[in-house]
């Protein structure tokens, strides 16, 4: 006769349980199909590609726009504008591939980036360029003082440009922390306006309106 599992089993196995249903969330029979394995194998491999070329591509493009200068005599100062989006578009990129590549290299403990999805992976990555060229270029003028300094014979950086000159990365990195930031600013802007009072007004029931009559 078989004995009924004790309590610290059921709660043992109840563990496991909740695991594999965090770990398998929005998984089907289908997925266990060995096409469907292979397809995921191929997606897996052509995201590690995509990381690596992309990697080395904005790498290439950050020396190219520090080496621009050097090679033409046009003046620093009238490519400026050029100089901080070669420079932001670059390190947003890298940051986007950075964060993809903690992913691939399970170095980050949550799950933020579904790396066997090839078209999030490119989506992020063209959102972290997108948004750390426009955000950089009106939000941090400071970075081409720092490009002009490095260029320059006998110009000193300076260490306030210089860190602000790391913003794009970070932007790149972190589109999650952009999309917050821009949600913070739109509310403040309808705060502003009033658009967010009329909204609320809108949503709100209405004081006239009763269920019922009391007589």
């Given at each position: ?162 860190v602000t000159a790391l ?28 658009a967010e009072d009329r909204?609320?007004?809108t949503s709100a029931p ?10």
């Amino acid at each position: 006769m078989t004995g009924r599992p004790s309590p610290q089993a059921r709660a043992q196995l109840d563990e496991y349980i909740k695991i594999l249903t965090r770990l398998g969330d929005g998984l089907s029979i289908n997925d266990f199909r060995r096409e469907a394995i292979a397809e995921a194998a191929r997606t897996n491999a052509r995201v590690k590609a995509f990381v690596c070329w992309g990697s080395v591509v904005f790498l290439i493009l950050m020396v190219a726009e520090l080496a621009i200068p050097v090679f033409i005599t046009v003046p620093v100062h009238r490519i400026g504008v050029l100089l901080v989006v070669l420079w932001a578009f670059s390190l947003g990129g890298l940051g986007a591939v950075a964060n993809a590549f903690l992913h691939l290299l399970k170095l980050v403990p949550q799950q933020t980036l579904n790396t066997s999805d090839f078209f999030e992976v490119v989506g992020r990555t063209m959102l972290g360029c997108l948004f750390s060229t426009v955000l950089s270029l009106t939000l941090f003028p400071d970075i081409g003082q720092f490009l002009e300094s490095l260029n320059a014979a006998t110009g000193t950086p300076n260490k306030t440009a210089g860190v602000t000159a790391l913003v794009p990365f970070l932007l790149g990195y972190s589109v999650p922390l952009v999309l917050r930031l821009l949600d913070k600013t739109i509310q403040a802007i309808e705060l502003t306006v009033g658009a967010e009072d009329r909204r609320t007004i809108t949503s709100a029931p209405r004081p006239g309106r009763q269920v019922g009559r009391r007589r």
